[in-house]
Structure formats: structure tokens, C-alpha cells
């Protein structure tokens, strides 16, 4: 399942409920699994497909593969031509965009490298090397320590081992942690900041079907963009590319996808998922409700506020479907009765070790105490930590500004990740950006997460007393958003360079709500790693090794939002007793136009009314296929046996909404964009010859 990407302020807000290093899989089946490149199982995919996957053909994909903010992409030309969602780089589209020149309304094609318009703080990564640190890492932890003692320990190892790898190599440098602590393993990318928009479909074209088509099939979106890396002022020169096939497939296909999954929590404990369904779900499902509210209220009002929130309601609308589908699938008791037997069966073999009950028989019931302790304070961490109620851009400068002051206070290896000298420059790049701000579009965001607040707690609650100051939620919103300075990019920069003198001695209201807060958010992050996140690193860690003792090399880690490979064919499914093909046409994307009286949100843009009769009715559109993947996948690749891109992902179908917890191979689907309609498309739509020329030579 592949669900669009979430805009940056959601980001902030809607964390993933467990930390992204994911816990063990079970024993992969079928065409399940998010591979990570050193643990590709290559003999099982010989054995299935025929096919002999090479350590060449894995370097291809792996130095092709590219990974954005949010989402993934692939090199597509030797001139660092890169393919993404349009969905992946609506926000920069918008960004991009004034009233006078709307981009996602009426398209952008830059016809010359003279004509593509850099984007502002964007960072995309290229994974290099995978190196294996578990023995570093664990070897911080003394017996003795309690799980907090040992996750800071853990903690003060990564950051020496990024930094020491950033130093050395001048590569970013993260430690990932596997299996939930069953391993970690050292990623090196190569950055790219200097990024051009080159091409990007209009809006409607990119999302037809809108929110009621998103994660159904049969669909008919070119959801593509394509933007072009740079480095010293010139185009890049990738080590890899893929080359578009004009061929393409047919049913039956062996086909891969590399990407960046973002995280997976598919053996997640009965209690965890539990607790998942009971509390967290639910409250941010609360708070995506309250924000489709606002976006429409604020959309109503006219065109150029619709142009400003657009992107955003995209993105709450299927953030809305996401965890509504989830939750969906965690109150089906097929579900928790799968992960209760399969739970089940893995505690008795633990059991009837005394040894290994001895090292892992603990593990189910920590785990449980852990979460249902969380439930007391995860209205607090939400609102304070995660920020939910302070729902502005400039919150979250002014929240990375102090921290950041703070932080580099610090020696480097007790800071919190993110501050690290490692990681520093990501964030400053981000940080220092000039982009677009609207103030009545932030006071009206802000305004309802206040008030979300305080309806949550209650308007005589400390907090909400001493945030409000007395005054409602929309004048609390007003003078917090007109006092401040943190519109400028240069003054943000300044404000770093002073320091915490300068951040402590700071009157900008935004800076001094920040500053106010911050000491309660830090204990409840704190709180929650030391009784959460630590003890089910520990946890998770027991649960994995006993997987490895049982099954061994055959499971795979959830996901991380690092480079992954997933197999799988293409293959159509049956739905309501009916046959579902696994292709769709651009005739097909007509018919449906008029079929549903060409009215939002299947309403075709100008040209391709315009263009309809130079179009090949017959040409393949999006197909479908059964590889394994989440959100993140937005973006990626699909790849056949030749090393060739015959697709583009962007999308799962509504059965695959419960992938996150498990995988069925007759059902979950991932949608994409077929390399014949986009070369179409870019040829007899938008007259982009010179582009669609650049994908095949």
C-alpha cells in the first residue's frame, strides 16, 4: 500500500506510533517482503521467477534508486533526470506557484535546462554503502544497565559512528536500527540540495478520481513528475540510471520495485496493535478530522485560498483513509486472530526452551506494560511533543531554533538525534529555506489546533490557560503569527547564528511559545522513549532473535524508510466476486471522464480534451502488480528483468490499507503508472519531445 504523501506540516504532527526502526517480520511468503539490499533473497526469487538477481543488477538499481523528503524517485537519464509522484513534489509545485502562474492548475514543462525553477530546501539522498554495526553499537550496553541507561547508550554509539562516518567519507551517515534492535546497520548517501522542477502534470490529471479513487483500481492518474539534480551549477552525472521501456509488459511479469518504505508494523505484539486501535489511532484520526474541516472552510472562501490549501487537504484526505482503513483492520477479528495465532505459535517455541525462555520469555509482557502505560500521557505527548496543537510552520522553526541552540550546547554524542553534526546540515537546509508563507492561511491553522487543545483539555487546564494568555484561540493565533519574524528566512538564520544567548534573550511571541513548552515536550519524549521505545527496543530485540534462531535468514526488518527491493508479477485480483484486469487504457481514462458527466473530480484539464484524437485509445495506463509496499514507496520505480523502468508507483489499492499489520498476496495490490502512457502522455499531450526523447535514449 503506497499512500500519497503527507504535506510537512503533517509530518511534524503524525509521527509514526512506533518508532520506524521496525520490529522482525514473519518468515516472508509468497511475493511478501520489503528487502533490504544486503538481504535479498535471491534464491527464492530464482526459484519463483526463474530469474538470477546479480550483484551488478542489484548496484543498478541501487545507485538509480533516489530518495526525496517524502517519498522515493529514480535517475532517469545520464543527465540526473529524476522521476518522482507528482504527489511527492506537489508542496514544491505549489511553493513554485503564485496566483498569476499556478502550476498545479495548468502544468509546468521546462522545454530548456534555462527554464527549470530550483526548488528551495530540498535534500535528496542516494544510497552509497550498507555497513554492519550491530557489534559497535551493542557493545555500548553493560549488563547492568536499566533499558533507558542502555538506550542512551545506544543513542551516544550512533551519533559517534555517523559522525566519525560523515567526517570520513563526507557522505550523510545514519545508523538504521533492524529488528527492532536485532541489528544496525551504518547507511551512507550522497546529497543532492540543488533540485529543478522539469515537469509536472496539471493537478487534476495527476489525481483524477480525487478522494473517492484514491486506493480503489481501476484508475487512470499520471501521477508523475520529473525534476533534474544538479551539482556545482551543472546537471548531475548519476552512476546509475533507468532507461524507460518502450515495450513495457504483459501479465505475468516478473517485475521489481526499489524505494524507501517508510515504516511497517507487521509483528507488532496482540498488545501493541491493541493499543494502537485503542488510543492512538483514534485521537489522531480526531485531529485529521478537525483539519479537513478547517482546509474545506478555508478552500470555500475563494480560488487563491483553494490554490494555498490544496495540497494540504490531499494530503489529509488520505491520511483520513490510511488510518481509517486501519483502524478498520485492527477491530476485524480475522486479524487479531492471525497475529495471535502467529503470535501464539512463535511464544510457544520460546517456552519450550528453557533457555530461550530464560533470554526471551519476558519480551510479550514488557512490551504490554510499556503501552498500556503510555495511554495516561499520549493526549500530552500529541499535543505537546508532536505539536498537534500548535499547527503552524512557524511553530515548527521556532521549536527547531531552540532546540537547536540547545542542543549544540551539547557535546555532540548527548544530543538528540536530529542535532548531531551529522545531521546538522539536513535540518539547516530545511530550516534556512525561503519559501512561501501566507498569514491568514497560518492564523486560521493555528487558531483550530488551539482550540483543538483546549477543547481536549479543557479551558481551565493549566496549559491551555498559560498558552491562550487569556484570549481566545483565533486572537492568540493572530498576535503570534503577526509578532513574528520567522517569515524571513535570513533572520531565522541569524537567530541560529546567535546562539542560545540570542534564543534565550528573544522576545518573538513565536519563539517565547516555543521556549515556554519546550521543557514539558522534552519530558514527555523523554518519558516515553525511557518507558516505551527502550524497553521495546530491548523488547523487540529478544523477539527477533528468537525469529533468527527459528527461521532464519527468511524474515526480513519492517520498514525504515531506507532502500528496499520488493518482487513480485504483474497480476490482476478478484474483487466482489468480479475479475479485476491489471491494466487500464487512455481511452479508458476518456470514457470514465464522460461517464461520470466530466464533472470534479473527474474533470479532464484543457488539453487533453484538446488533444484526445492524437492519443492512442489502446495505450497501457496504470497497471497493477503484486509487490510488497507501504507509504514512503511513493515515487518508486517499477523495474523488469532487463533493468528497464516500466512503471512508476503511486498508489496501493483499498485492501492493501491494512499492509502496515500484514501482506496477502491475492489481494494487495500496488498501482503505477505505465512508461508507455507517460511517453505517450509527454509526446501527444504536452508536446515535451525533447523530455520524452531524454527517458529512452
Known amino acids: 500500500m503506497d499512500f500519497r ?30 528487502w533490504p539490499f544486503n538481504q535479498v533473497p535471491r534464491a527464492e526469487i530464482k526459484r519463483k521467477y526463474g530469474f538470477e538477481v546479480t550483484d551488478e543488477f542489484l548496484k543498478k538499481l541501487q545507485l538509480a534508486s533516489v530518495r526525496f523528503p517524502n517519498g522515493s524517485g529514480s535517475f532517469v537519464s545520464p543527465d540526473g533526470l529524476i522521476l518522482t509522484n507528482y504527489h511527492i513534489i506537489e508542496d514544491a509545485v505549489g511553493e513554485l506557484s503564485t496566483a498569476e502562474r499556478d502550476y498545479a492548475k495548468n502544468g509546468f514543462v521546462a522545454r530548456t535546462r534555462a527554464e527549470e525553477l530550483k526548488i528551495p530546501g530540498y535534500e535528496l539522498n542516494v544510497l552509497q554503502s550498507i555497513e554492519d554495526v550491530t557489534n559497535r553499537v551493542n557493545a555500548s550496553v553493560k549488563p547492568e544497565m536499566s533499558a533507558g541507561d542502555a538506550f542512551s547508550a545506544r543513542r551516544t554509539a550512533i551519533a559517534a559512528i555517523e559522525k566519525e562516518s560523515t567526517e570520513k567519507t563526507g557522505l550523510r551517515s545514519d545508523v538504521v536500527t533492524l529488528y527492532q534492535g536485532g541489528k544496525y546497520n551504518l ?198 511533543d508532536l505539536a498537534a496543537g500548535f499547527n503552524t510552520v512557524l511553530f515548527n522553526y521556532a521549536r527547531a531554533l531552540v532546540r537547536l541552540a540547545e542542543e549544540s550546547a551539547k557535546p555532540n554524542a548527548e544530543r538528540l538525534p536530529e542535532y548531531t553534526d551529522a545531521r546538522r546540515a539536513s535540518l539547516e537546509n530545511v530550516l534556512f529555506a525561503q519559501t512561501p508563507m501566507y498569514d491568514d492561511y497560518e492564523k486560521m491553522k493555528l487558531a483550530d489546533s488551539l482550540d483543538f487543545m483546549r477543547e481536549a483539555y479543557g479551558a481551565d487546564h493549566e496549559l491551555v490557560k498559560r498558552v491562550l494568555m487569556g484570549k481566545t484561540p483565533e486572537a492568540r493565533a493572530a498576535e503570534l503569527i503577526d509578532g513574528s519574524k520567522l517569515k524571513d528566512a535570513a533572520y531565522r538564520k541569524q537567530l541560529a547564528a546567535g546562539g542560545k544567548k540570542a534564543i534565550d534573550e528573544s522576545t518573538d511571541p513565536m519563539i517565547q511559545l516555543a ?41 526480513y526488518p519492517d520498514a525504515t524508510f531506507t532502500l528496499r527491493l520488493s518482487y513480485g508479477a504483474v497480476k490482476g485480483y478478484t474483487e466482489d466476486g468480479k475479475p479485476v484486469v491489471p491494466y487500464t487504457t487512455l481511452g479508458g481514462l476518456y470514457e470514465r471522464a464522460n461517464l461520470k458527466g466530466n464533472k470534479f473530480p473527474y474533470v479532464l484539464a484543457p488539453r487533453w480534451s484538446e488533444k484526445k484524437a492524437a492519443v492512442d485509445p489502446k495505450t497501457p495506463f496504470n497497471l497493477v502488480s503484486t509487490n510488497d509496499i507501504i507509504g514512503g514507496n511513493s515515487g518508486s520505480p517499477l523495474i523488469d528483468k532487463k533493468g528497464e523502468l516500466i512503471g512508476l508507483v503511486f498508489d496501493g489499492n483499498r485492501q492493501s490499507i491494512v499492509g502496515n499489520f500484514y501482506y496477502d498476496e491475492s489481494i494487495n495490490r500496488t498501482i503505477s503508472v505505465d512508461s508507455r502512457g507517460m511517453l505517450e502522455i509527454l509526446r501527444k499531450i504536452f508536446d515535451a519531445k525533447e523530455i520524452a526523447d531524454e527517458l529512452t535514449r
Open 5 to 34: 504523501k503527507l504535506s510537512r506540516a503533517l509530518l511534524a504532527a503524525l509521527i509514526t506510533f512506533s518508532s520506524l526502526a521496525g520490529v522482525a517480520t514473519t518468515t516472508a511468503r509468497a511475493d511478501e517482503g520489503m
Open 515 to 555: 521556549r515556554g513548552i519546550d521543557r514539558e515536550a522534552r519530558e514527555l519524549s523523554k518519558r516515553y522513549n525511557n518507558e516505551v521505545l527502550a524497553v521495546e527496543r530491548s523488547a523487540y530485540a529478544k523477539i527477533a532473535r528468537a525469529l533468527f534462531e527459528t527461521e532464519g535468514d527468511r524474515i
Open 187 to 384: 547507511y551512507r548517501y550522497k546529497k543532492y540540495t540543488d533540485v529543478r522542477l522539469v515537469f509536472a502534470p496539471e493537478f487534476q490529471a495527476a489525481f483524477f478520481g480525487g478522494d473517492p479513487d484514491n486506493f480503489e483500481y481501476p484508475r487512470f492518474n499520471v501521477d508523475m513528475g520529473l525534476v533534474r539534480a544538479y551539482e556545482n551549477d551543472k546537471p548531475a552525472r548519476p552512476d546509475s540510471y533507468l532507461r524507460f521501456s518502450k515495450e513495457g509488459t504483459k501479465e505475468g511479469d516478473l517485475v521489481f520495485v526499489t524505494g524507501h518504505p517508510g515504516s511497517t508494523q507487521r509483528l507488532n505484539t496482540v498488545a501493541h496493535i491493541e493499543a494502537l486501535r485503542d488510543t492512538s489511532i483514534p485521537l489522531v484520526i480526531r485531529m485529521l478530522e478537525r483539519r479537513e474541516a478547517l482546509l474545506k472552510k478555508y478552500m470555500a472562501m475563494g480560488e487563491e485560498q483553494t490554490r494555498r490549501a490544496q495540497n494540504e487537504l490531499n494530503s489529509t484526505q488520505n491520511a483520513l483513509k490510511v488510518y481509517r482503513g486501519q483502524l478498520a483492520g485492527l477491530k476485524d477479528p480475522t486479524l487479531i486472530s492471525y497475529k495471535q495465532k502467529s503470535e501464539g505459535m512463535l511464544r510457544k517455541a520460546v517456552m519450550s526452551s528453557p533457555q530461550r525462555q530464560k533470554e526471551y520469555g519476558d519480551a510479550w509482557d514488557a512490551i504490554a506494560k510499556g503501552r498500556r502505560g503510555l495511554s495516561a500521557y499520549e493526549r500530552d505527548r500529541r499535543f505537546l
